[in-house]
């Protein structure tokens, strides 16, 4: 063998050491840490607390027309309910991704959808199908539009984030 073979040899003998090397460095991006504990923490913590901080609030500000407005207490139970269980499906996504469970990402995309239809469902239909009367549902249609365009954004961002994350990919197998 010429040296020059020994060279090429050599530097191909280095490179997959190298590449072994780099193989088994832990990746940066594994692991819940930055945007991902941000959005765990959003999804077990602070959607909670928001969601019951907004359900004591609007039962304050309500129980007390429900006998005068028809259909009021059929919206604000109806909302209530849907909003709980919305909440335990947030846990449990945040949890999941948490802990890195198995389909976490699976879970966590599906409650984004439950959100997503949520929000639709609540802005849009809710109010109409309760029985509440045209002059307040058009009281009620700006915080309405509000509530969509902010629950459509957080749906985009963190769908998104799900399907583009670095960390998301090197964290989960799903």
């Given at each position: 063998m010429t040296s020059i073979e020994q060279g090429n040899t050599d530097?191909?003998?280095?490179?997959?050491?190298?590449?072994?090397?780099?193989n088994n460095k832990p990746n940066k991006f594994v692991g819940v840490k930055g945007w991902l504990l941000l959005f765990c923490i959003i999804l077990t913590i602070i959607?909670?607390?928001?969601s019951f901080f907004?359900?004591?609030?609007?039962?304050?500000?309500t129980y007390e027309?429900?006998?005068?407005?028809s259909g009021l207490n059929t919206f604000v139970y109806a909302d209530s309910l849907l909003s709980i269980l919305l909440v335990l499906l947030s846990v449990r996504a945040g949890i999941a991704l948490w802990k890195i469970k198995p389909?976490?990402?699976?879970?966590?995309?599906?409650?984004?959808l439950?959100?997503?239809?949520?929000?639709?469902?609540?802005t849009q239909f809710l109010a109409n199908i309760?029985?509440?009367?045209?002059?307040?549902?058009?009281?009620?249609?700006?915080?309405?539009q509000k509530l969509l365009i902010d629950g459509v954004v957080f749906f985009a961002i963190w769908y998104s984030y799900l399907g583009f994350s670095r960390r998301v990919k090197a964290t989960y197998y799903d």
């Open positions: 530097h191909q003998l280095g490179e997959v050491i190298k590449e072994s090397i780099n959607v909670p607390l928001g907004n359900l004591y609030a609007g039962w304050i500000d027309y429900f006998d005068e407005i389909r976490a990402i699976i879970i966590t995309r599906n409650y984004l439950i959100f997503l239809g949520y929000t639709i469902l609540s309760s029985g509440l009367s045209d002059d307040i549902i058009e009281s009620m249609r700006p915080e309405m």
